[in-house]
């Protein structure tokens, strides 16, 4: 009876940990919320008038304290901008004149300029094709001869983005051609969802998202291959203080069930070089691809990325050059799609690929019901068989030593 009542408490507290443990994972305990709005061409009127094709999309993402700044804009090479202030009345003021003529720097500011807390940038600049007659999959191993001519993203021809503006999915989409013939049926698109509060995406890879950041989805459809073997790589920017240190880590998970076969996030990250501070932006995929425009398991592909190598120069971006200055410098890497024996890009003429960029510490995937429950199965089973073994060796042994010590009461 005695050992009944002192092993409550301890089986109590057991089961209270495992609960703690188990809902840590499963109770999104993510409830910071942004209101968000999109406006198109900030500032504008009617005295300027931009030349067709350069739109600029501004997401205000308005917190209790702070404001985050997105913005995404077609002139040049397609740009995504974060900037975070620590005002709720931070506003973005654009000097159209300026910022439409060659001479930008310095046209595009967010105000109060004191509360700017951190801004970075991330450009999508080359398109690359090459020539995969061995089925490597690797154009980091193949001679020069084996690339052709990449599609430089400033020259493309951009569609009107103020269509695309959907105010109800908070979502908006940049498509554009390039004039080479080999581009007449294709197109290079992409869509940003800006975000309020977290969740995950409902389509695949199904990223997790925070209210501290913003998906792009690019996809490139419809391009006639000019080799017989053709596979594409995308070439990407970010531009972020000189002082913060840019990698890539890749970190691995034994889930896949969000990203069916992907058991990895890679995230490219800007830190203060000192180890032990946080990181303060970043780029984050899952390193997939899809070859058709509803993704599944079967159009699938993995992606591999390059080492982020410092740049001498900032990207050929419109918004870069009118935002930032001294101070800031780039750094770029390449995201190849496809592994050896993967189908060539022409055969289904498709692939798209998803990222999310934030401000502060990337999101980390939590494990999916399923796994808790294999986990508490797997787990659980043998300790509340200890637990029981436990408690019904101490019962027997309290049993017994009474009566040895019966004598002396
Ligand atoms: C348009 O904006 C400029 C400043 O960007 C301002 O000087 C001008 O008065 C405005 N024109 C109209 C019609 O509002
Ligand atoms: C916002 O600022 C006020 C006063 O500065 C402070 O009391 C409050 O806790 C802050 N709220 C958040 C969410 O940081
Ligand atoms: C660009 O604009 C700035 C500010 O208006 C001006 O000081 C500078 O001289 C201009 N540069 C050129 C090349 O026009
Ligand atoms: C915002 O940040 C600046 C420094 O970056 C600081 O001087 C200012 O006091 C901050 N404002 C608020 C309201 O926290
Ligand atoms: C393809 O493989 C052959 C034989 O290994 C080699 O001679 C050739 O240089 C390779 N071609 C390319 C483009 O790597
Ligand atoms: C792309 O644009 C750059 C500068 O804007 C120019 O130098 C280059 O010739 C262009 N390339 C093509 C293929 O049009
Ligand atoms: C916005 O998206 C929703 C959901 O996809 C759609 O029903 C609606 O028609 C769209 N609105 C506009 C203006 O495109
Ligand atoms: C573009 O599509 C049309 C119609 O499907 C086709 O006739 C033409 O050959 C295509 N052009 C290229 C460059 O693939
Ligand atoms: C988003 O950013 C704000 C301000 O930096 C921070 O207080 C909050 O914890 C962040 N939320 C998430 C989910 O990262
Ligand atoms: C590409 O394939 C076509 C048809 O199979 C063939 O005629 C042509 O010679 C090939 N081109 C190259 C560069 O291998
Ligand atoms: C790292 O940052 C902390 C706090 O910002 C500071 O106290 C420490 O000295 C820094 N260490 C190095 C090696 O810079
Ligand atoms: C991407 O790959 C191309 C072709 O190999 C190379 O010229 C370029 O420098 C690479 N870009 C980056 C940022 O590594």
Request: glycine share 8%; proline share 8%.
């Amino acid at each position: 009876m005695a050992s009944a009542v002192n092993t409550t408490p301890l089986h109590l507290l057991f089961s209270l940990l495992v609960l703690q443990f188990a809902s840590g994972f499963i109770v999104n305990d993510d409830k910071y919320k942004r209101q968000v709005s999109l406006e198109l061409n900030p500032g504008l009127n009617a005295s300027v008038r931009p030349p067709p094709g350069v739109g600029l999309l501004h997401v205000r993402a308005l917190g209790a304290n702070d404001t985050l700044h997105f913005l995404l804009c077609s002139l040049d090479a397609p740009t995504l901008m974060l900037v975070h202030t620590n005002s709720s009345s931070s506003s973005v003021k654009v000097d159209w004149r300026r910022f439409l003529s060659g001479n930008t720097s310095g046209s595009l500011r967010v105000e109060p300029q004191s509360s700017v807390q951190y801004s970075s940038a991330l450009v999508f600049t080359r398109v690359w094709e090459y020539d995969d007659a061995n089925d490597t999959a690797d154009p980091q191993t193949l001679p020069p001869s084996s690339f052709l001519p990449p599609y430089q993203l400033q020259n493309f021809t951009w569609e009107d983005l103020g269509q695309t503006v959907n105010l109800t999915t908070d979502t908006a989409r940049l498509c554009g051609q390039d004039g080479a013939a080999s581009f007449r049926n294709g197109s290079f698109c992409l869509q940003i969802s800006a975000f309020g509060s977290g969740g995950r995406d409902p389509g695949w890879p199904r990223l997790l998202h925070n209210a501290n950041s913003s998906q792009l989805r690019v996809w490139l459809d419809g391009v006639t291959a000019r080799s017989n073997f053709s596979r594409f790589f995308l070439e990407l920017e970010t531009v972020g203080r000189s002082d913060l240190l840019s990698r890539v880590d890749v970190l691995r998970s034994i889930d896949d069930e969000y990203t069916p076969s992907i058991f990895e996030v890679s995230q490219w990250v800007a830190s203060p070089p000192n180890a032990t501070s946080p990181v303060l932006g970043y780029t984050q995929w899952k390193p997939v691809a899809y070859r058709s425009a509803t993704p599944n398991l079967e159009q699938a592909t993995p992606c591999r990325h390059s080492e982020p190598l410092p740049l001498a120069r900032l990207p050929p971006s419109g918004l870069v050059r009118a935002y930032f200055g001294d101070g800031y410098r780039a750094s770029g890497l390449n995201v190849t799609f496809g592994i050896a024996g993967d189908p060539m890009y022409s055969a289904s003429k498709y692939l798209s690929w998803t990222v999310l960029v934030g401000l502060g510490s990337p999101p980390v995937d939590s494990f999916s019901p399923v796994v808790i429950a294999i986990m508490a199965v797997g787990l659980g089973t043998p300790m509340i068989l200890i637990l029981v073994g436990g408690v019904c060796v101490c019962v027997r042994r309290k049993r017994v030593e009474p009566l040895a010590y019966e004598p002396i009461n």
